[in-house]
């Protein structure tokens, strides 16, 4: 079955450290998306991809960087930059063109302690 | 720049009575209005989406309205269950484009038994 997998589900790390979030889909998909969900706050955009090797920022992109190297996948890092980085972070995706809507990973709950 | 705005942020009603979240929009260009369901631990599920040609459209007990002029959009849940307690989300496109969207903060619905 075609999907978008998020890996790990939890995730702990101890502060000052870099740590990569995964995500795969097979869907053919060709944007993909990084949300951070804090409670309360809804999705707040942190990096998107339309094509292969090229992304943008988005709303919170500061301390986080991202790859597209691969269509399906888009890894997302949390460097220590990142001042706040306990989160819940979704990665999305869909067709560039069409009405299909964002199919969404599972999640990576992430604690850094 | 674009925004969507979302009521209520919380909704209690009872087992087998209606619910209502209301969502309204700033960009005149939005043509594409996805909903999104998002259970406990997991990601968002889009649940149902209307376009700006269409005023309505239903399914099952779902029913989503578009008011292009007033620049609102409203999900309607009828003969509400246990398992529609949720997060729920209303997202706008950014203009003509289904691969960048907005979303609304959220409404948490529960369902009193």
């Known amino acids: 079955d075609g999907g978008i997998t998020q890996s790990p589900k939890y995730l702990f790390r101890k502060e000052g450290q870099n740590v990569t979030l995964s995500c795969e889909q097979n869907?053919?998909?060709?944007?993909m998306y990084w949300y951070r969900q804090d409670p309360g706050q809804g999705l707040r955009l942190i990096y998107y991809?339309?094509?292969?090797?090229?992304?943008q920022k988005g709303d919170i992109a500061e301390g986080y960087s991202v790859s597209r190297e691969k269509k399906e996948s888009f890894p997302l890092t949390v460097t220590s930059a990142q001042k706040n980085p306990t989160a819940f972070y979704l990665c999305?995706?869909?067709?560039?063109?069409?009405?299909?809507?964002?199919?969404f990973g599972s999640g990576t709950r992430l604690t850094v302690v | 720049g674009e925004n969507v705005e979302q009521h209520p942020s919380t909704l209690s009603v009872q087992e087998g009575d209606s619910a209502v979240i209301k969502c309204t929009y700033s960009d005149s260009a939005s043509n594409y209005f996805p909903w999104y369901k998002q259970e406990l631990g997991k990601g968002p599920q889009l649940i149902i989406d209307i376009r700006s040609n269409v005023g309505e459209k239903k399914d099952q007990r779902i029913a989503v309205t578009l008011n292009k002029t007033a620049k609102h959009f409203s999900l309607h849940i009828t003969e509400t269950q246990p398992e529609d307690s949720a997060v729920y989300f209303c997202a706008a496109s950014i203009g003509n484009r289904d691969d960048k969207i907005i979303f609304g903060k959220g409404t948490r619905l529960h369902i009193l038994p």
């Open positions: 869907l053919n998909h060709d944007a």
């Open positions: 999305a995706s869909t067709h560039n063109r069409g009405s299909y809507g964002y199919t």
């Open positions: 991809s339309q094509i292969v090797n090229d992304f």
